[in-house]
């Protein structure tokens, strides 16, 4: 029996368990690229703890103690800083614990190679890591790194420069300036993300914190102290530079607390829009799309239900879509009726049989009853076949050869069952237009959501996982109509009983030509295969020694004419996969403290590093 026809979904594609797979598919396609990203050699930084001492003649020491969690194999690592903000960096030196890494060009084990390129100065460092976490400390000294004003001294420094490109769990930096100031003579900024915090301690001590910082974004420390706690710088500008750092830092200050409004409106928003949604779709879904509930509650329903054709049951099965199934029902149900019949001509090669099916037309029969069936007959026996027969052989080479053709032809004929079905009202068209109404908000919520996460809007994440899913949901909005909700229960039923009829204790009709008629929609419902397998089982040997198979069916014998059924259904489905297959080869303000600016940038040092 072909897979397509004894496979046959029990309802709308997009249905309840649709939207269940898809759902856990998206979860499980996260969990596999987290998986697989884990498998992957990596890295990411722990904590990076920075302490800044001040001198009196305005160097400063820098120490950076930086944890690595490696997830792999590593061998080196790099560290480069801009010398910009100062007159040298000098002093560059790596260490692990105790140990200082001695300087060479070898590349061994805990070695470091310092080269210092026009106004940059880098350094490269020897190790062996594996799935581990190592801490190592870079120190170097900026000189006259602090600039004198008139009014002021400033340090102005870039902590974390722009080109780490790996996120780093946490960033403490603690800023140690000379003995002599008071905690109100001391302002202090931090630039970068807008999540960092700042905080004067004492009149020697500012601390500068960041949570989660992402990669390539640089955080940046600005001080302003009494000149009088560096006595010893050379040169002092008689420029007055508080009044404009003042100004820079409110007007910074200003952008970043629109942004910091922005996220968190963003972010009420990002949750606030699917959910409002999704609970509008809902409520019109229990208005629209909920399937009627009928009177029939039996279990089983021993007779057909309707007697309209297998082609109009597919189209109520499946919510309007119309397959290969329904064409190969419309042709086994018009041989039933007389209109055509199949002969086996089968040929025998090299020993081996070859199923080859000839439809032949019935001359005792001018026109089948309905236009959709009168076409696919005058399609296969008219245009490919003589006009009084055609070969599966012949159908094949005709689609194979004119693919667009014969697609042209399926979809019209396909259509043509679509507006016979639609005089049955069988379906409500309202839940069409939701359905397209609501995916359309579900994919703008998303889009939306795409847009909050590049305003760094963490909310956007679940507007465009609701969103997304909203969409997908779309066509539980399509329903059947009062009746076709009656006779959908009804062929439910039916089918039920032609898969289990033969574990039934009761009797089953007698009539071999009922269970022929029975046949032609078991294709359509998917259980042709059971059907003919319990036939076999549960008819008595007196009546299958006088049944000599479906009139319809020449060369068939008892029983085993059935048989039949899986290899047309099989030619027709396969037919429909290469028809497929040939068409697609051709075509903060006051300096006080408080939360960090996004402004900044032009304090000195920078840089970053990496590892491999």
Request: net charge neutral.
């Amino acid at each position: 029996m072909n897979e397509s026809m004894v496979s046959k979904k029990n309802n709308n594609f997009f249905g309840f368990k649709t939207l269940i797979f898809l759902t856990v598919f998206i979860v499980f396609l996260f969990l596999f690229l987290v998986a697989a990203k884990a498998e992957a050699k990596d890295y990411h930084f722990n904590l990076v703890e920075i302490d800044v001492c001040i001198d009196d003649d305005g160097s400063f020491d820098f120490v950076e103690k930086r944890t690595f969690d490696f997830d792999g194999d590593f061998s080196w690592a790099t560290f480069e800083v801009f010398i910009e903000g100062a007159d040298d960096i000098t002093n560059l030196t790596i260490q692990e614990g105790d140990k200082v890494f001695n300087e060479s060009a070898t590349g061994a084990n805990g070695t470091v190679q310092t080269v210092k390129t026009g106004r940059v100065v880098s350094a490269k460092w020897f190790f062996n890591a594996s799935n581990e976490r190592r801490t190592f400390t870079i120190k170097y000294r900026a000189k006259n790194g602090v600039k004198v004003y008139s009014d002021i001294a400033e340090f102005y420094w870039k902590l974390i420069g722009e080109g780490w490109d790996k996120r780093t769990e946490k960033v403490v930096a603690y800023i140690y300036l000379p003995n002599g100031a008071k905690k109100n003579e001391i302002r202090a900024w931090g630039h970068g993300p807008l999540n960092g915090s700042v905080d004067i301690i004492s009149g020697e001590l500012i601390k500068f914190e960041v949570d989660n910082l992402r990669p390539n974004i640089f955080v940046e420390g600005r001080v302003v102290f009494p000149k009088s706690l560096v006595p010893n710088v050379l040169f002092i500008s008689d420029s007055e530079r508080l009044p404009i750092i003042l100004e820079e830092e409110k007007e910074w200050a200003r952008e970043a607390n629109q942004k910091r409004t922005f996220q968190r409106f963003g972010n009420a928003f990002g949750l606030a829009l699917p959910l409002i949604t999704i609970f509008a779709a809902f409520v019109l879904w229990l208005n629209f799309g909920k399937e009627y509930r009928v009177d029939f509650k039996g279990e089983y329903y021993r007779d057909l239900p309707q007697d309209y054709p297998p082609a109009i049951t597919a189209y109520l099965w499946d919510f309007g879509s119309v397959d290969m199934d329904a064409l190969t029902a419309t042709l086994m149900d018009v041989a039933r009726k007389g209109y055509i019949r199949f002969s086996d001509s089968s040929k025998t090669i090299s020993g081996k049989g070859r199923n080859n099916y000839t439809i032949e037309r019935n001359e005792a029969f001018e026109k089948a009853p309905e236009s959709f069936e009168s076409s696919l007959i005058d399609f296969f026996i008219g245009d490919i076949g003589d006009g009084d027969r055609v070969t599966m052989d012949e159908i094949k080479k005709f689609a194979k050869k004119k693919p667009t053709t014969f697609k042209h032809f399926l979809n019209k004929w396909k259509k043509a069952v679509k507006r016979e079905a639609k005089t049955y009202a069988l379906l409500e068209t309202t839940g069409n237009r939701l359905m397209y109404f609501n995916m359309s908000i579900g994919v703008a919520v998303a889009i939306i959501g795409g847009f909050l996460i590049s305003q760094n809007i963490v909310a956007g994440i679940v507007s465009i996982f609701l969103g997304v899913l909203q969409a997908i949901a779309s066509p539980l909005y399509r329903r059947r109509s009062r009746e076709g909700a009656l006779h959908y229960a009804q062929w439910k039923a039916f089918r039920r009983y032609l898969k289990h009829f033969s574990n039934i204790n009761e009797a089953i009709p007698n009539s071999m030509e009922i269970w022929e008629h029975y046949l032609v929609y078991a294709v359509t419902l998917g259980v042709a295969k059971e059907v003919i397998r319990q036939l076999k089982i549960v008819v008595p040997d007196t009546e299958q020694g006088l049944y000599a198979g479906p009139v319809w069916i020449h060369s068939s014998h008892g029983l085993g004419g059935f048989d039949s059924l899986s290899e047309v259904s099989g030619s027709f489905s396969s037919l429909s996969k290469s028809v497929s297959t040939a068409m697609s080869s051709s075509s903060s303000g006051s300096g006080f403290g408080g939360g960090f600016s996004g402004g900044g940038g032009g304090g000195g040092g920078g840089g970053g590093g990496g590892a491999g």
